[in-house]
């Protein structure tokens, strides 16, 4: 509730943000409007139907995966109010994370009635055949991508306690995830050896995994990979972020407080 | 004119030596301008081997095309970006009046806040592959071409700076509102990122007629490729300056509803 009124005190603030979410996307679907020459034309395995369906997921996936917990991280950090946290009974990344879905929560109802106007401009555009008994494979592997993007993004703000300046690190990663995830483009349209280095990195497991299952084009093997990646990245930065923060907060020296 | 141009200066130099002072602000920044270029340069390379080129542009075009648009999206960000966030940082906190007050044009204050030696150091490197590109793929634009093509680049980004502006403008009457400045930039850089060429059917009319951001890297860089189009050129120029116009007299506008927030 907290979550919600905070979010529409400003409600000029948040369409802007939402514009600005939906920016790329859109222009990625004009730009290969000129690329896809042909109606027939299949680059990849995606026809430009399949490629609009994919930068509407991208938005769509994006509502329930993307957060910014670094900014509100290095906020407390520098302003001293991480003290408030430790001193309190509950965890910080509990605290922050539930934070978190509370606000996606809301984020949804928000991009609704634009989402509801994109697929209907769109409508003649892209094709959605997402069969039922692959729900129950979706929702987990968007769970799990939620939980990725969280934590990566969690332990870039926890880098606030050992620098003073972190603003280089966190646009680096964000490049690195837009580009990885296949947010800008397709990670099918990539050279063979960057699909190879990609395949190590956990920025597909984000984004181009659950959507590749939400277009049904993933096979048993497929998926047994994507899950089990992303399982084993979730692991590697809950390690990650419990490591910063013990190594952290003994330099922390919550200035101001 | 002379007076202007000496504070201008002078704020520049403090600039720079604010960034050098923080020298790890200033590397931090490098990387994440690098980052975020070398994205989208790779981007534009993939989508553009993808059908041999982009709406007639080859894979050569493209390469002195990414060179002015990394130009010209940090200079954007370079001369506007920091001055525009402060703007509305300076009406919301009250600081406004202190503008309002000093003798020089209101509109220059709030314009001369130049920001980052980094996207300076960014800009210079799309420089550098323009040049690259002229030299490897053996353009030989001459000195009229190349002075055309830098008129036609600060059209672009006069355009650019006035569309900030106006969208600014919103603080008079909105709390809050500064990242109206970031979408701004993310349409204009977004729209900027690929040739006029590759719009089609509607995008085309509101990107060439409506607001010819398409046009704002396409025409400097025809110029350097020896393709000039004369109309879409002074379509640019022209449109430049009716929206730099109608930039400046909706700001002195908006002045006039501007009560302070107690200073």
Redo the contacts between chains.
Sequence with gaps: MIKWQQAT??R??LL??I??DI??PM?MI????????HPD?V??GYSYSSLVTYYLLTVVIGIFIETHVDEDLEELIRSGDLANYLLKPISLIAARFVNEIAWKAFKFLLYLPLLVLLFGVLKDKFTFNLPLRMLPVLIPSLLLASLLFFLIRYCLGLLSLF??????????Q???I??GSGQ??PIA???DLLQTINRWLPFQYLLAFPIAIAQNQTRSSDLLWGFAGQVFYVSVFLWLQSWLIKKGLRQFEAVGR | MAKYLNIYLHILKLSFMRDLT?R??F???????A??G??QA??IL??G???DG??GWTQADLILFIGVQQLFVYLLFFLFYRSMAWFHHDIFSGNFDYILTKPLDPQFMVSIRPGGLHNLVSALAGFFLITWAVIHFGLRPNAVQVLIAVFLLACGLLLSYSLLLMASL?AFK????E??I??VI??TT??S??PL?????V?RVVFLFLLPLALITTTPAQILLNRLNLSTALQLILISLGVGGVARRLFYLAIRSYTSASS
């Design positions: 005190t400003h000029l603030r802007v943000w514009l600005v920016a790329t222009l004009i730009i290969f409007s000129s690329i896809y020459t034309l680059i990849r620098f003073t300046d972190v603003h280089g690190l966190s646009n680096l964000s490049a690195l837009r580009f800008l483009i349209f990539f050279p | 923080y790890t602000g590397y931090s920044g490098l990387v994440a301008a980052s975020q070398v994205a790779a981007a993939l989508i081997s993808l059908n982009v709406a919103l909105f709390e809050r509102v990242n109206i970031d979408l993310d349409w977004g729209v990122r690929f060429q590759a719009y089609q059917n995008a």
